[in-house]
């Protein structure tokens, strides 16, 4: 039990939106200095763009990681609902509905509120002890779920906690590994290449890394984590968007990492949910009754 909680939390807080940069107006890259462009590449991870349309149009998909080492591969299912859709206190709530394996029948409900010094709330359903729990925050270099991913590449890490150099522009030329069947959309695009250096109080497991950020949409098509010199580990993501009049309203088909160090690599696709949903599934009460 101790062992699944750990890696519980593991999951959890790699999923947290801290609501700094909700209301993050759109500007021009080349009017913005290098830590505005990482702001911006952070309002689109975070989904903030559709805080902005109505309650239907919140995010939602159904979520596979697939997990590859040298002698195993494993993966993993869960839906994923967000609601920006509350004033005053709350900024917005994620509703996780784990569908297999060990933790199918788990389900998270994460508060997130306005007030900066206040952290966010997790609730816990766990179904073997038919409780909700409350649980507290890991550390950014933490695995996410036993994956090549950490926190950190899970939208756990800040701009704030870096400091940030804009290199240059370049014409990108990739798309990114792992699923050759859907739309690739950053073949050509103008991207922006940002190096950020972890602050001294923020203790990361890299001596810097190097982003390659779409010029207009502030899409993060690619980030090389860097240690020594060496290359250790590349994050590539698949942008895609969704036909609304902004040009962070983006969601993705999926990302991928290799991790050289440890041999590893994985995989997390997303596909678009057509399910209603509903203001009472981002409850306590919900969560107690959604595996029932």
């Excluded at 519980?8 to 290098?34: E, G, M």
């Excluded at 309002?43 to 349309?53: E, K, P, W």
């Excluded at 993705?252 to 041999?263: A, I, Q």
Aim: charged share 25%; net charge positive.
């Amino acid at each position: 039990m101790l062992k699944f909680i750990s890696v519980l939390l593991t999951f959890i807080f790699s999923l947290q939106s801290h609501a700094i940069y909700k209301d993050l107006a759109y500007q021009s890259s080349l009017q913005s200095t290098p830590e505005q462009i990482m702001n911006q590449v952070y309002y689109v991870n975070q989904f903030y763009s559709f805080s902005h349309v109505p309650f239907n149009y919140q995010p939602k998909g159904l979520f596979t990681l697939v997990k590859k080492s040298t002698y195993q591969v494993s993966t993993l299912q869960f839906e994923r609902y967000i609601n920006f859709e509350y004033p005053g206190l709350v900024k917005a709530k994620d509703l996780i509905l784990f569908k297999n394996g060990k933790m199918d029948g788990t389900s998270l409900l994460i508060t997130d509120y306005n007030d900066l010094e206040r952290d966010s709330m997790v609730q816990v359903w766990m179904p073997e002890l038919r409780k909700v729990r409350r649980v507290s925050q890991n550390h950014d270099n933490d695995l996410w779920m036993g994956s090549a991913f950490t926190h950190g590449d899970m939208k756990n890490r800040k701009p704030y906690h870096e400091s940030h150099e804009l290199l240059g522009t370049e014409t990108y030329t990739n798309c990114a590994k792992g699923m050759s069947e859907v739309p690739c959309i950053s073949q050509n695009k103008k991207v922006l290449v940002v190096k950020s250096i972890p602050i001294a109080e923020y203790n990361v497991n890299y001596d810097y890394r190097i982003s390659y950020v779409d010029a207009e949409s502030y899409a993060d098509y690619r980030t090389e984590y860097f240690r020594n010199n060496q290359l250790v580990k590349e994050v590539e993501k698949n942008w895609l968007p969704v036909g609304l009049p902004m040009p962070r309203a983006l969601i993705f088909s999926h990302w991928y990492v290799k991790d050289f160090n440890r041999g590893t690599e994985s995989l997390l696709m997303m596909q678009p949910l057509k399910k209603e949903t509903t203001p009472d599934m981002f409850t306590e009460a919900f969560l107690r009754k959604s595996h029932r």
